[in-house]
């Protein structure tokens, strides 16, 4: 069996990592199985992209299409045009397309319109609900053409159940970002900021923000920052900057002395900060799951989430884009009387494993 893995920006390649681990298990115990890693190049710097494949032990890309930058459009085509041609020369049995980033999309459309190859979807049937999100629109494109869905939770169960999806094609099987986490806790990295900064354990709070709804506009992120400023109780803010946020932050004046604007972080680098943080406050969903992994209190920055297990289950907090939300919840934080919260059930690091152990029993 013949399967193309792909993998294009920064959140695919900690879900992919396991998967790989997995299959060459699988070989090395004689079992019918081979992958090509499909890199579309959709992240195509060294802090979005290659730094992890090298810290992960991602092995190199088969093929690397070297979409790079651009609209979505031009993004989503020219990743269509470089796989059609990959498919062209080499038909696998089975694409396996991870998360709900771009290429997510555009590789499973290829596929789909490409004699029909089956599809297989690690992270299927998440929902947001928010039609504005670039990434709802994917997920949703991508699950209404999809064979196989590999699933992290219930709710994701029950969303494709309401789609019309059969039981025959769900397959719950847990997370595979946390196959990743789990595999590299012990070998997270303290960054070179961290003595820098003089920052100490539980007592610092990491912030990542990138979605549109909060960065695009400048004068509305800098009343985010500086309300969490405000609210910081002057402990340090260590907030790895996106390049999406980096330009909206060029001309702002937020020189504080506890706000530390720094480049994105290594994946061993940036969860050692998760690790020991107070804190996170972010906008990313991934990010969310981590935290509620690591036991670390989280307040995402947004009106909804596809990941509402990080709330029931987890440490996470939805509190919106309206800044007043933020300072209420510090205050919870600094009296010490965040929930603690729990794990999701089968977020137990073997997903990878149940996954390739499912795609064996496939038949083609």
Known sequence: MKIDIIAGA?????????VIEAIEKAKA?????SYRLVHTGQHYDQKMSGDFFTQLGIPQPHI??????????QQTAAIMQGYEKALMDDRPDLVMVVGDVTSTMACAITAKKMNNIRVAHIEGGIRSGDWTMPEEINRIVTDSITDYFFTTS???NENLRKEGKTEDQIFFVGNTMIDTLYRNMDRLRRPALYDTFHLEAGNYIVMTLHRPANVDQEAGLVRLIRTIIDSSRGIPLVFPVHPRTAGVLEHASLSVPNLHL???????????LVKHAKAVITDSGGIT??????????MTLR???????????????LLGTDPAAIPPAMDILFSGKWKKGGIPELWDGKTAERIVGEVLSFEF
């Open 154 to 156: 219930e709710t994701a």
């Open 10 to 18: 920064r959140p695919n390649f900690m879900k992919i990592a396991p």
């Open 289 to 298: 799951e981590e935290t509620t992994v690591m036991g670390i209190p989280c």
């Open 262 to 272: 720094v480049e994105p972080l290594g994946y061993l680098e940036f969860n050692y």
């Open 29 to 33: 115990e004689g079992k019918n199985i």
């Open 64 to 73: 690397n299409l070297g979409a790079g930058g651009g609209t979505q459009a």
């Open 303 to 317: 009106d909804n989430t596809e990941r509402p297990e990080t709330c029931t289950i987890g440490t996470n907090e």
